[in-house]
């Protein structure tokens, strides 16, 4: 089974630093396009960043200059370095696989087939 498993989410405080995890199980996901999305419950799910199969990579405005998306694809591994961490990235985070390619006007990949179930990042004042 194809599958996505993030890990290495948990509580920090304001101004600190956290790394998520996001190994792919049961495919090689070199030629993905990845990505990285949040949610809150009740509000809309977000876009973060993405990384494409050539390690061009793109941010939501909210998070550029903190956080930092990577790959190790001998690892079949996704990576998300937050830092200068603040209350309003409280959220669950996703991460997600698609087709290959950048969409420009929305920073995320065209399409995404598989996701993750998910890790809690908390961040207090």
């Known amino acids: 089974a194809q599958m996505l498993v993030e890990s290495g989410g948990g509580s920090v405080q304001a101004g600190g630093s956290l790394r998520v995890s996001c190994a792919a199980l049961?495919?090689?996901?070199?030629?993905?396009?990845m990505g990285w999305f949040r949610q809150v419950p009740g509000n809309k799910r977000e876009g973060v960043a993405a990384?494409?199969?050539?390690?061009?990579?793109s941010y939501s405005d909210s998070v550029k200059g903190r956080f930092t998306i990577s790959k190790d694809n001998a690892k079949n591994t996704l990576y998300l370095q937050m830092n200068s961490l603040k209350p309003e990235d409280t959220a669950m985070y996703y991460c997600?696989?698609?087709?290959?390619?950048?969409?420009?006007?929305?920073?995320?990949?065209?399409?995404?087939?598989?996701w993750g179930q998910g890790t809690q990042v908390t961040v207090s004042s």
């Open positions: 997600a696989a698609g087709a290959s390619g950048i969409r420009q006007n929305t920073g995320q990949c065209y399409e995404y087939s598989y």
């Open positions: 990384i494409d199969s050539d390690g061009s990579t």
């Open positions: 049961g495919y090689n996901f070199r030629n993905y396009c």
